[in-house]
């Protein structure tokens, strides 16, 4: 019968996609691992800087900070968006949840008025903004799966380098933020300029930091570089745990559900093998009883 | 009895050091500076050399490649991109990274790659330095 070869064919296509989708879940499974402790490890380094520099630059007057033009703030009109996706897909909604948020943003901000482009990060960003009409500043595209400092200091470079000269006003940041294997959180950074920690009521008498040797140099050559490099960082290792995670899930899911076809399948398999060999038997018993009368 | 210092070491791969301590001497870019219960809050940049910190008057040591140092309230936080405890760090390959540096170094001839052989030298030699002190203490205590 030919359904039944059909339906034998369909079984096996199956059964070859399941073990894709295995084997990609084991790949992702152990990578999130290492993704997952670099992530957490980096955390407490990375929140020490971005606190350190709130605090000092809440506590500086304005004119100590002037000279350093990653501090500088002027009126917001052009803002770029660097979006952290993945380069390769098959990771579940991972990607194209970032880029409904990132379309979501670009629209309120273009409502307020304000000129909008992209960094992109990862190919699928590239392919899926591809046919917008956005400016876009720089692309980077196949980074490791584990992220170093090294591509983190050089996309953190290269956009200080847009704010510095006024080629941008404001730089956010959308990536995800990793919580555990299940869960991960989209983000929004604003990355430049640094944001202020909400106002706080100052404590009478608290006694003025002391910078060696001036507050230019600390902040030029130590704190600043630090505090934009790290943020980057922090947020590739983020995507990468995240992405390893949605993508483990997303093969983990649809293993199940391979699982499950190939059971109906072969369910209806059976019922078919069974129902064609009834009939068969009918015919010979039938044909049997024609001639003996 | 004075207070004793939170001191803490950290980096983006891991929390190198989190310790009470006595005090804390660190040499900043402009000269070495210590640090006792209730200094004043500073915040300074450290040049690549040795921090020291004193346990119960035993001192040990920690080689920091740069960074900077906040202290505040009974606080010390020492962020750097790398920074090693004296019993972690690998002598012969310390040795080894000073040799090839200085071996590189004579070669170079563009300001950048003299500079950037430079720093491996001082990285280098921080390390050794880290070892020696503790070698130096142990040596002390042992006689």
Redesign the interface.
């Known amino acids: 019968m030919a359904n039944l070869k059909a339906i034998r064919r369909r079984i096996k296509s199956v059964q070859a996609t399941q073990k894709i989708t295995r084997a990609m879940r084991l790949v992702a499974a152990a990578k999130v691992r290492r993704a997952q402790q670099?992530t957490l490890?980096?955390r407490?380094?990375?929140t020490?800087?971005i606190k350190?520099l709130r605090e000092?630059v809440r506590d500086t007057a304005e004119i100590d900070l002037q000279e350093l033009p990653l501090l500088h703030r002027r009126p917001i009109k052009k803002v770029a968006i660097i979006v952290l996706a993945a380069d390769r897909g098959l990771c579940g909604s991972y990607n194209s949840n970032i880029f409904r948020h990132t379309l979501e943003r670009v629209q309120q901000l273009e409502k307020d008025g304000k000129e909008v482009s992209l960094i992109l990060v990862g190919l699928k960003s590239v392919a899926f903004f591809r046919h917008f009409k956005l400016t876009k500043h720089r692309t980077y595209t196949l980074l490791p799966a584990v992220p170093t400092?090294e591509e983190a200091k050089l996309i953190a470079m290269q956009t200080a380098e847009l704010y510095v000269k006024g080629v941008v006003d404001a730089v956010e940041l959308i990536s995800t933020h990793f919580i555990s294997l299940l869960r991960s959180e989209l983000v929004n950074t604003k990355f430049l300029p640094v944001e202020l920690p909400p106002p706080e009521v100052h404590e009478a008498l608290q006694?003025?930091?002391?910078?060696?040797?001036t507050i230019q140099?600390?902040l030029e050559?130590?704190?600043l570089p630090?505090y934009i490099e790290?943020v980057i960082?922090q947020s590739l290792l983020d995507a990468s745990a995240s992405e390893l995670a949605a993508r483990m899930n997303a093969m983990s899911n649809a293993s199940t559900n391979a699982q499950e076809l190939i059971n109906t399948l072969t369910l209806v398999y059976n019922k078919a093998r069974q129902a064609s060999i009834t009939q068969e038997l009918l015919e010979v018993v039938g044909g049997a009883e024609a001639l003996r009368a | 009895m004075p207070g004793k210092l939170n001191l803490k070491i950290?980096?983006?791969?891991?929390?190198v050091l989190q310790k009470e301590v006595d005090q804390v001497v660190a040499r900043?870019?402009?000269g070495e500076?210590c640090i006792l219960p209730d200094h004043?809050?500073?915040?300074?940049?450290l040049s690549i050399d040795v921090v020291r910190y004193d346990v119960a008057g035993d001192e040990d040591h920690a080689a920091i490649m740069?960074?900077?140092l906040?202290a505040?309230g009974n606080e010390v936080?020492v962020?750097s991109?790398v920074a090693e405890l004296d019993v972690e760090i690998d002598v012969a390959r310390a040795h080894q990274a000073k040799a090839k540096a200085e071996a590189e170094k004579t070669q170079k001839t563009d300001k950048l790659e003299v500079y950037i052989t430079e720093m491996a030298i001082s990285r280098a030699i921080a390390r050794l330095k880290a070892v020696e002190l503790r070698q130096r203490r142990r040596g002390g205590r042992q006689s």
């Open positions: 670099r490890a980096a407490p380094f990375t020490r800087v350190m000092i400092v006694p003025q930091i002391l910078f060696e040797p140099e600390v050559l130590q704190l630090k790290n960082f | 950290i980096t983006p791969e891991r929390i900043a870019i402009d500076l004043e809050p500073i915040v300074t940049a740069g960074g900077v906040e505040k936080t962020l991109d």
